[in-house]
Nanobody, 125 residues
């Protein structure tokens, strides 16, 4: 069973930075496209960024352009989400998912699954 584990969340002030990590248990990530998602209180889960097996990224959220980047380190079996210039509206539970259908980033976010438990990011003064 594919299982993902997120870490790196926390509380920061506006303008601060965090780096989230997405690791895998029982399988290697380098065969899969991995997506980062977030869910704010009272809202549905939304896609943020995805990275394919070649390291190319796909952006799902316009408001993170220029602030968030996604990367992968196959040697560490980890995908990262670097978040800079954080805003209060970035507050959410961030989780990662696997595209089990393709090594590329899909436009149908329903292709992602095997969610981890998520990590809380809180941005406030």
């Amino acid at each position: 069973q594919l299982k993902l584990v997120e870490s790196g969340g926390g509380s920061v002030q506006p303008g601060g930075s965090l780096r989230l990590s997405c690791g895998a248990s029982g399988f290697t990530l380098d065969h899969y496209a991995i997506g980062w998602f977030r869910q704010a209180p009272g809202k549905e889960r939304e896609g943020v960024l995805c990275i394919n097996v070649n390291g190319d990224s796909t952006n799902y959220a316009d408001d993170v352009k220029g602030r968030f980047t996604i990367s992968r380190d196959n040697a560490k079996n980890t995908v990262y989400l670097q978040m800079n210039s954080l805003r209060p509206e970035d507050t959410a539970v961030y989780s990662c998912g696997v595209n089990g259908y393709s090594s590329n980033c899909p436009w149908d976010l329903g292709d992602f699954g095997s969610w981890g438990q998520g990590t809380q990011v809180t941005v406030s003064a």
